[in-house]
């Protein structure tokens, strides 16, 4: 039966150790709440850390008995490989990198080998369990470089990556020195999510900037594969939070909460000890409050829980110790005998206790500096069964995208957020429940059961795609029946385009002339009768005569406008003008000066700018505003603005190579049509030649194409096994 397999560095689950007897207790996270619904499900697992360093033998096997009944899969790291996979290359590479402290980064080269080992460690334990059919699902950015390594062994499986913290910007993503390798290993995914659209986007430009990928919209061709990246906003266990308010336990901590502050208003605080959630600024903003606005002294209170987390480390000590320090100077400075401005607890809470205080607190403050998503923002959205509360959120957390109602602040901005909370403190009610209502309804909606059903059928779909796609390719049993039909048949006719097709792709037009190889392959194929071999090319037709004039081929050049047979003379394409370039030559000329590397190519009856040169970005940019004024231009003139690989073509709308190669059709009665082509204007072949033709698209699946090769190397290689039987 085919399985599930979710894979995280932390398995869902608490352990603790008494006399040498192991207690499991599964964790209450979101996600282990969402991935429950699989996981637990018949023969699914669960693989990862189980967050305790247990190195004796005896107890590993166990602990790992005791997992194994409640569908999980340890994998035991020693401490060496905490230190550097965890606390080292997760905790003080990537995590600074991507919420853009990038200051704080370390780039140690052996923090990044634990890194690589412990996905191998990974790797090889998923290896005995995965059988074919399977499906995985990995989280994080702790095990970015999995979906590679298990791709490597296993190619057919069906491998989703979900990223639960930001994707940098690629200048923030170029800095880290294995950026490629790391982007290498994600995509062995087949899908890949992220909380935003803006992580989604900067993960594509990130791909096309490092790596050789094409992408188109959110699609990543690497290796052969199709890898769709998307956006997929992790939401909550709505229910369990809005119902936990009926709870007895939580309903007296209410009315305790209430004993104890009476009517101050409480301002909610609830982080894990991290510089990225911006709770020193918070302070600050805490402070301004109370220095400009005097009237709340005794009456406002900040609650700030900072839940203790690798404070071990620098940074969090020194992080923790200036929190220590702020909180005890602003509480010494307003506190009045009978009130505490700020109630601050470093340690974690109880869930009931977390409950009473997101129904209790008047405001929830969640201001980070940078956050995947941030939970803690909907978990006291879901609590708030009476419409009522206030929201102050920032920017930068992914849930500001979709908690659109909160009041969104720039955590930088110290006077905003102080404004924002005397926004918040005065807010009417009916507008508050105006805001609370818009947002419960969109927390409820996108609950983390859409989120896991949203991303599981999304994979599905992307198999399905990645299935028909593989359909399509050219493999040895379609090869089989190519080399049949084309020796069952007399007349044979086959249209070659040049570029990308038969020759690789080069950064300079000019030096993408034939090879020896390339010359008598054509001449071999030629040479049998019955063959009819046809070169049609955008290239200008002095070009494509010089190359290949003297073989026995007939000549289409500039995309029509210019034809020849074996033994004729060059004719053009009756009445063309080319009165237009005048008007055209001096946009583009202007576009030109603007972007260092483009040039223009002049040919009979087309302009074409050229910008496979130009830096990456820079050269689509300039490319979409280009074709946006020609677009202007050329309405009404009877032309045709054309978007290629790196190039934008202007042509007459009559040259055409669809009705080019049509027009061969009409000399002769031919029982085998092939073209071969990987451009879009070979587009206008594939669908012009009659349905029994084969149509071939190079290097690119995406196509009206019957099927797809991947590159002139292959293209030869079926090309030669065309010249005789055996
Ligand atoms: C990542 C991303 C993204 C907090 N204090 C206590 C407690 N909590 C619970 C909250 C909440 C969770 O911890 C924290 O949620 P965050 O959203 O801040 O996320 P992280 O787990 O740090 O990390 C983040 C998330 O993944 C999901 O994709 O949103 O951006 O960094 O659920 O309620 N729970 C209990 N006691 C506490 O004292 N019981």
New binding site residues.
Partial sequence: MRKTIIVSNRLPVKISETNGEYTLQPS????ATGLGSIYREGNNIWIGWPGQEITDQKDQDKVTKQLRKINLMPVYLTQDEINNFYEGFSNETLWPVFHYMAVYAHYEQSYWDAYYQVNKKFRDIIMKVAEPGDTIWIH?YQLLLLPGMIRAEMPEISIGF?Q???FPSFELFRLIPWRAEILEGMLGADLMGF?TFDDTRHFLNAASRILPVNTSANVVSYNDRAIVVETFP?G?DYNKYAEMGKDPEVLQQVQNLRENFGNDRLVLS???L?Y??GILQRLQAFELLLQLHPEYIGKVVLYM?V?PSRDQVPQYKELRDEIDKQVGNINARFRTLAWHPIQYFY?????E??SALYNFADICLVT?MR?????????YVASRSNNDGVLILSEM???SKELIDAIIVNPNNIGAITRAIVDALNMPLPEQQRRMKQMRSVVSKFNINHWVKLFMTRLQEVNEMQKNMLARRVNQETAVLIRQQYFNSKKRIIFLDYDGTLVGFQPNIDQASPDPDLYQLLRELASIPGNDLVMISGRNHETLGEWFGHLDLDLIAEHGAWQKTKSGEWYQLPGLTDKWKKELLPIMELATDRTPGSFIEEKSYSLVWHYRKVESGLGELRANELMNTLRYYTVEKGLQVLPGDKVIEVKNVEINKGKAALSWLNHKKYDFIMAMGDDVTDEDIFKALPHKAITIKVGSQVSAAQYYLRSYHEVRHLLRTLRNRE
Avoid at 371 to 379: A, F, I, P, Q, R
């Fill in positions: 209450e996270g979101g996600l994080d979900f639960h913290i930001p909380h992790m909550i609830i982080d894990r991290d990225s959630k829980i839940v340690r974690s809470f109880p869930f206790t977390l980070p956050d995947g998503m941030n939970l803690v923002s909907k978990e957390a992914g849930a």
